[in-house]
């Protein structure tokens, strides 16, 4: 196996056991809140992580490059509570679509900050993302989660930047103090936002948080691993493997079947991502 199908098979493995802490969190925001969800969930990966770094025996802040980590870990927490937003306000399967087109906007970057190489075909694989976007945000969304499906395109420009940023970072930091600097900023956000607002919690509620994080720690280690293998342009649509288990959640637990304008404008945005992943 060459080194950039390793790459991407950890990027889309990591991507679809996203799904299945992503539906965690949406589950229980309606319950207790975004920032209590975030608080506790991070709490825990943050716990697992430190415990990792005294067992390999290094200090996971440790970075000559503060200011790049410190930057990655705002965008990528700007990106996770513009989908938390999303997905309360739009069903999974859609904020997932959106959200994941962020590939449109990698290419683009990767060419300006990273300098990969671009070409016309990338142009045209551009444009064509941008129309399943278009067609995804068709009138038919007017009345069903018009602020959610917002939110979702936001969270993919700022994971767009955040992804640049973690192609950058991944050839000198170690993957485990990327991910410590990003939860350090959203325990610290979610702790000032939403002190005020904690509400009593089940033990068992804390579990399956506590679950959930290291099921979303466990892929996002898989997928900052990843940008070790080849360029960020190349791994972008990966992440729309995230897309067969969020349809499976959609339909079993919420009972929410992608709309028509979604399934047509999604496969426009995939196929755009799979010709991106082609272009090396």
């Known amino acids: 196996m060459s080194t950039y199908n390793y790459g991407y ?5 990591g991507s679809m056991i996203y799904a299945i802490s992503d539906a965690i969190v949406k589950f229980f925001v309606s319950i207790y809140g975004p920032y209590q969800v975030i608080l ?4 825990s990966q ?48 859609s904020v997932v679509v959106i959200s994941h087109s962020y590939a449109m ?28 976007i278009a067609v995804m945000f068709s009138p038919s969304h007017e009345n069903d989660g018009t602020i959610g499906l917002t939110f979702a395109l936001l969270a993919s420009i700022a994971k767009a930047l955040n992804h640049v940023f973690l192609k950058n970072l991944s050839g000198t930091e170690k993957t485990i103090t990327v991910i410590f600097y990003h939860h350090v900023c959203l325990i610290l956000s979610a702790f000032v936002l939403g002190i005020n607002n904690l509400q009593p919690i089940q033990i068992s509620h804390i579990l399956m948080l506590c679950c959930g994080g290291m099921i979303g720690l466990f892929a996002q280690y898989l997928v900052i691993s990843s940008y070790r293998f080849t ?50």
Not at 9 to 13: D, I, R, S, W
Not at 113 to 118: A, G, P, R
Request: charged share 10%; hydrophobic share 55%.
């Open 40 to 43: 506790i969930r991070t709490s």
């Open 231 to 280: 360029s960020s342009s190349n791994l972008a649509s990966a992440a729309y493997a995230i897309l067969i288990p969020s349809i499976i959640i959609d339909i079993v637990f919420y009972d929410k079947w992608p709309t028509g304008y979604v399934f047509i404008g999604g496969v426009l945005v995939i196929y755009s991502c799979y010709m991106a992943s082609k272009q090396r």
């Open 9 to 13: 098979l950890l990027a889309a493995l």
């Open 105 to 132: 906007f990698v290419i683009p970057l990767s060419v300006i900050l990273l300098h990969e190489k671009f070409s016309w075909q990338r142009t045209l694989i551009i444009i064509l993302g941008f129309i399943g």
């Open 46 to 93: 943050f716990a697992c992580l430190c415990a990792i770094a005294l067992w390999k025996g290094f200090h996971p802040a440790k970075t000559q490059r503060i200011g790049a980590n410190i930057m990655r870990a705002v965008l990528a927490t700007c990106a996770t509570y513009s989908l938390i937003i999303a997905y309360q306000n739009a069903p999974m399967t």
